[in-house]
């Protein structure tokens, strides 16, 4: 939601910006030319790339380049940084546009959402600085009207009209770009005359996200009318879904940085008493703006900069990330794991070289710390890996159930053992400065369905928008403290 927030944000300062660069609309507009399409275009910083040189090159102002990438320093540029760049224009036919007058409670994203067209194009075509312009009695220009489609009823998400229709979600979203607002109607191709419902079994379906940054996690609740059971089938994998109860079905998607941004599909398989039923959805995987790391170790740790000892690690964690516990120990929002102020020394997801010795990417969040600092559970969980590794140093991984695992590397002493049930707010370990790590930190680890994604989405409830989990009770067991990994294949 808050990811959300930012890419509304993001696209009103484009707005703006487009806006403000035209202040002679009508000549545009008579000459036929304005941004139909607002994605943003990318630009990939290439080694030898400065800021003036991508200016020149993509004719976007240098000015305008800092501002919608946030840079302050013109020579702050990274090799492989996502830059965001102006839309480019595309030529649209105004011929067949005609004159309306606004009538009382005709908004400018209604009258858009009819046509098939950006409330933001509409808005440029007519001159108009705000969404909030239009007067009644104004006279505007509009295209002509979409034919074949309806309003779904107020307050049914794009995704629900799409499944309810049985139109490909694609669609409605096309002919709704802008978010709906709660109580707005969605448009929809296509009118059915049938009783709108969804698949059977499905009684409702909800979706964390229509789209998610690669590095975020997706989820899907289902409720189905009789007891049923799931799996999900997404970029060449099959996962189980998570039964809160017998009706009640959770999908967690897990995306990774390393995955191409672009448009994907996940099938849900559906299987109740004697029937089965297959679902499919759009995964929407956006690029983000990941950076770049360099880390220039000691010499002292130069042993370490071998991708034989760093992979023969990476790989070796692979059975604690195949766990999967059908049953869920964490509630929403989860705890940071310390109580000190958070400070992020590196990020989650930028591309990162060992003094040029091996490329990686950073697959958790990295805090400033100080040996000594305690570190909490951030939710209940189990205990399954407490090691001294190579490349991690001292390490632990926490297993909370349906698929959601913590790691903590890097730490001066640890406190639980493998196999230990621990509750939110349990110290675990102390921070320090153990494995390959050039400064007392945590390294925040965090795996969905075995994928490492980013952990900060999940310390805020909001960030899984309509999706809704109950509260968990405690953990009532008291798993036996021993040395054998349950259930962990060797
Ligand atoms: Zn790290």
Redesign the pocket.
Same mark, same amino acid.
């Given at each position: 939601m808050q990811h959300k927030a930012r890419l509304i944000t993001r696209s009103i300062f484009v707005i703006i910006f487009i806006i403000s660069i035209v202040p002679s609309s009508p000549t545009l507009a008579s000459s036929g030319v304005f941004p139909e399409d607002l994605t943003l275009r990318e630009y990939i910083a290439k080694p030898g790339d400065t800021l003036f040189s991508i200016s020149c090159a993509t004719g976007e102002k240098l000015s305008m380049l800092l501002w919608r990438n946030g840079i302050s320093n013109p020579t702050e540029l990274r090799p492989g940084q996502n830059l965001h760049l102006a839309p480019a224009p595309v030529a649209v036919d105004l011929s067949n546009w005609t004159v309306h007058d606004v009538a009382l409670g005709e908004e400018l994203s209604s009258l858009a959402r009819r046509r098939n067209i950006t409330w933001e194009s509409l808005a440029q075509a007519n001159g108009l600085l705000s969404p909030r312009a239009l007067k009644v009695g104004q006279t505007i220009k509009l295209p002509g009207e979409v034919p074949s489609t309806t309003y779904a009823t107020a307050g049914v998400t794009p995704l629900v009209s799409a499944l309810r229709h049985d139109v490909p979600l694609w669609e409605v979203l096309r002919l709704n770009p802008n978010p709906v607002y709660r109580g707005a109607g969605v448009l929809i191709p296509y009118a059915t005359e049938s009783e709108p419902s969804l698949p059977y079994p499905l009684k409702a379906l909800e979706i964390s996200a229509e789209s998610v940054v690669r590095g975020q996690t997706l989820v899907l609740g289902l409720e189905t009318g009789v007891p049923a059971e799931c799996t999900v089938s997404y970029l060449g994998k099959t996962e189980p879904c998570y039964n809160e109860d017998e009706t009640h079905l959770y999908v967690m998607i897990g995306t990774s940085p390393l995955e191409a941004a672009g448009e994907y599909e996940m099938t849900v398989h559906l299987e109740y008493g004697e029937g089965q039923t297959d679902i499919t959805l759009p995964l929407l995987l956006e690029a983000g703006a990941y950076g770049r790391q360099w880390i220039n170790p000691p010499a002292s740790l130069s042993l370490l900069l071998n991708p034989d000892v760093y992979f023969g690690e990476l790989n070796s964690l692979d059975p604690y990330r195949a766990l999967r516990t059908p049953r869920r120990y964490w509630s929403l929002p989860l705890d940071l794991p310390f109580k000190i102020r958070p400070s992020i020394s590196?990020g989650f997801g930028d591309s990162r070289s060992y003094a040029g010795m091996f490329e990686t990417f %950073?697959s958790?969040i990295?805090f400033r710390a100080w040996t000594g600092v305690p570190i909490y559970a951030p939710a209940d969980g189990i205990v399954v890996m407490t090691d001294t590794l190579q490349v991690r140093g001292n390490a632990v991984i926490l297993d909370h159930g349906w698929g959601l695992m913590t790691g903590y590397?890097h730490l001066s002493k640890i406190v639980v053992e493998e196999g230990q049930a621990v509750q939110r707010g349990e110290i675990i370990a102390y921070a320090g400065n153990t494995g390959l790590s050039t400064g007392a930190h945590l %390294?925040w680890e965090m795996w969905v369905n075995g994928v490492s994604v980013n952990g900060l989405q999940w310390i805020d409830e909001a960030c899984f928008g309509e999706v809704v989990f109950e509260p968990t009770e405690e953990i009532l067991i008291t798993a036996p403290r021993s040395k054998t990994v349950i259930g962990l294949a060797e």
């Open positions: 590196a %950073h958790g990295d590397w %390294h």
